[in-house]
């Protein structure tokens, strides 16, 4: 019998990754006012960037198996008010300290509503056997919320419009997402029946999810160096001015956007493990041209093709652990974004100290090493999914 997907709960969950992408990119777009009404450098600021990977960290810490037990309905609620909050507030806020407060709000409810949503898409496509699929075209969405919000923050400041426009019209956005949430209804939670194992030995989730999260966590976090530090890198290495700069960062989501098309149809032929390491091994190949290139469209070509491989890892990683845990969707979404959240607080907080001590190549040049490692990881995932499917043995 043909099982068909349930579209409207599936477009829900596209359309509430689409604000997560302007979450974690709205505070780099913003860096030069934020950092103006601070009185403060933008290493500074971009501390707020390491709020959002402690509230994701503290939510996701729990909100997975939540979403398993008891539903992705409540838990996707509860994190779109926390990220409306973030919106809201942001733009008007005077204090440092309450900033750091609704940056940790925004990062909670950017967790809430990740972990859910890939779970709710699980849910929805996992039944027809097209979960791979689905998940890589989780980060189109999310590229576009990084295209988008780039662009509109270079038309609000190179038109001296008020950058807080860009906070309140996600905000507006994220209202109709609640609404929209609460209207809809959603799939049961999907659970494969004990007899349709493919695999020779069952998986682990402390020893097979904990490596496919440290595959996801070096890969991941080249991207967030990229994203942080790729506009002021620009404009340091290509003397553009920091307006023109965050034009920058939107080459490297476009990237993104048209990496996860292309990757979301490879993947019906080639298997997530190849592809992570490929991905990484492009990656670290195309940062280290971009830190050592002396022409812009070299330089631009780079950056383009690090988001084209980088973005769409996360969900070949989801894809995988969701093939792995079917029965656990939800905690291993959590896994793998906790794994991504550590990376996204630990990157500012380190990166920024390189920066003020050694220089903007020298922090940027943390993708080199990033990726690098993740070659290493995902040979070792891929070796290890060989033996789980019985094609070699355990040494």
Not at 32 to 37: C, G, M, R
Not at 61 to 85: E, H, Q
Not at 286 to 305: D, E, M, R, Y
Not at 369 to 390: E, F, I, P
Request: hydrophobic fraction near 55%; charged fraction near 10%; glycine fraction near 8%.
């Amino acid at each position: 019998m043909d099982i068909k997907v349930q579209k409207k709960p599936a477009v829900l969950a596209y359309c509430c990754i689409l604000i997560l992408g302007a979450v974690v990119n709205i505070i780099n777009s913003t860096l030069v006012p934020l950092s103006a009404i601070y009185a403060t450098d933008i290493s500074q600021v971009s501390f707020f960037i390491s709020c959002l990977g402690i509230g994701r960290i503290i939510t996701q810490l729990f909100c997975g198996p939540l979403a398993d037990r008891y539903g992705r309905k409540v838990v996707s609620l509860s994190g779109l008010v926390m990220v409306l909050i973030f919106f809201s507030l942001m733009p008007i806020l005077k204090s440092f300290p309450a900033a750091i407060a609704v940056s940790i709000i925004g990062g909670m409810g950017f967790g809430m509503i990740n972990t859910s949503m890939l779970a709710l898409i699980f849910d929805c496509f996992a039944p027809t056997g097209r979960n791979s699929t689905a998940q890589n075209y989780v980060q189109l969405l999310f590229s576009m919320g990084g295209v988008i919000t780039p662009f509109v923050a270079n038309r609000l400041l190179s038109g001296g419009l008020y950058w807080g426009f860009l906070y309140w019209g996600f905000a507006v956005y994220t209202v109709l997402l609640l609404v929209a949430t609460i209207i809809i209804p959603f799939p049961q939670r999907y659970i494969r029946k004990s007899y349709e194992t493919d695999f020779a030995v069952k998986p682990s989730l402390l020893r097979d999810g904990l490596l496919l999260c440290t595959v996801v966590f070096f890969i991941y976090g080249s991207g967030v160096v990229s994203m942080n530090w790729v506009s002021a890198f620009a404009a340091d290495k290509l003397g553009i001015d920091d307006t023109a700069s965050v034009l920058i960062l939107a080459t490297y989501n476009i990237g993104c956007v048209i990496g996860t098309i292309f990757f979301a149809q490879l993947i019906k032929r080639v298997h997530g493990t190849v592809l992570l390491i490929t991905n990484s091994a492009i990656a670290f190949v195309s940062f280290s041209i971009s830190v050592l290139a002396k022409s812009f469209p070299l330089f631009i070509v780079a950056i383009f093709v690090s988001g084209f491989v980088v973005a769409v890892t996360f969900n070949i990683g989801i894809g995988i652990g969701g093939e792995l845990f079917s029965n656990n969707a939800a905690t291993i979404s959590a896994m793998i974004s906790i794994s991504s959240a550590l990376i996204t607080l630990l990157t500012p907080i380190i990166t920024g100290y390189i920066l003020r001590q050694f220089g903007i190549r020298m922090a940027f040049s943390a993708t080199i090493v990033l990726s690098g490692v993740a070659v290493v990881a995902a040979v070792l995932m891929r070796k290890r999914y060989s033996v789980l499917k019985g094609t070699i043995k355990a040494v």
